[in-house]
């Protein structure tokens, strides 16, 4: 019996994008998590000063915001510079074309099929940068609250440009405001990500939930 293949297969992500991707959203849940909860401490234990739950919870939000801080940066690093990469920048061309949004916005209406350039559609790639600026001043900001409750080592290092940044704020409260405001972003955006994820892999029958496990999509051949 001979077997032909229908399909051939594509690496879009290379391991080292699918590991920032799952370690980027792990932090991302526990960052909203136990930011949540320090804004609103509510297991509260007033007859035990030794249980220490609040400590604890910035602690697991510190050691995670450090995570999220290198993971943006090295990501920022890999956009531009990684040869992996280079199918993610080509979506740059996509967006600066009215044709391919036009292309995109009927496809999601079932009008026609995606024909793109590179791995992103113009919606999904302007998305992405604004989650990835979200996420620089989430780092950002978190830094600039850790240097003002740790004043030595690192928070010490970083003093000076953090009374900087706090200045252009406004203040230390618009500061502490906006990075809470900030993290609805990242709930919205979680929700509308992991939809579309599994949406437009039923729609235009192709890998997207798999490929970024995996790392493959998979096109029909001719
Ligand atoms: C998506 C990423 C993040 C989310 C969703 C998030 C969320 C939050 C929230 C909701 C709060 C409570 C604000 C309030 O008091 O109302 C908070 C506090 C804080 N965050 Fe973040 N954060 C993120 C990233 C970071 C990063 C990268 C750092 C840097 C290390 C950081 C450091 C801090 C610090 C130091 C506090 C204050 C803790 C305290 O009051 O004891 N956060 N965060």
């Known amino acids: 019996m001979t077997q032909v293949a ?3 297969r594509e690496l879009i992500f290379s391991p ?7 370690l980027r959203a792990l932090s991302i849940v526990v960052l909203i998590a136990t930011g949540f909860y320090l804004s609103w401490p509510f297991l509260v234990a007033p007859e035990s000063s030794d249980v220490l739950v609040q ?27 990684s040869r992996n990469s280079a199918n993610e920048r080509r979506s740059i061309k996509d967006v600066l074309s009215v044709k391919s949004w036009i292309v995109q ?14 791995i992103y559609g113009p919606l999904q790639f302007v998305t992405y940068v604004g989650i990835s600026f979200a996420a620089l001043f989430m780092c950002i900001t978190g830094l600039v609250l850790y240097a003002n409750v740790y004043h030595e080592g ?8 953090s009374a900087w940044f706090t200045a252009l704020m406004g203040g230390l409260a618009e500061v502490r405001v906006w990075h809470h405001i900030m993290t609805w972003a990242f709930i919205i955006f979680m929700v509308i990500h992991v939809y579309m994820a599994v949406w437009s892999g039923i729609r235009f029958k192709h890998n997207s939930v798999d490929s970024i496990v995996s790392g493959y999509d998979y096109h029909k051949d001719h």
């Open 16 to 22: 080292a994008i699918r590991i920032f991707h799952w």
């Open 105 to 118: 916005i009927k496809s999601y209406i079932w009008m026609g099929n995606l024909d793109k350039a590179g």
């Open 154 to 161: 690192f928070g010490g290092l970083i003093w000076d440009v």
């Open 55 to 81: 400590g604890w919870i910035r602690f697991a939000h510190i050691i995670f915001g450090f995570a999220l801080t290198a993971i943006t940066i090295i990501r920022f690093y890999l956009f531009f510079f």
């Open 6 to 8: 229908t399909h051939h």
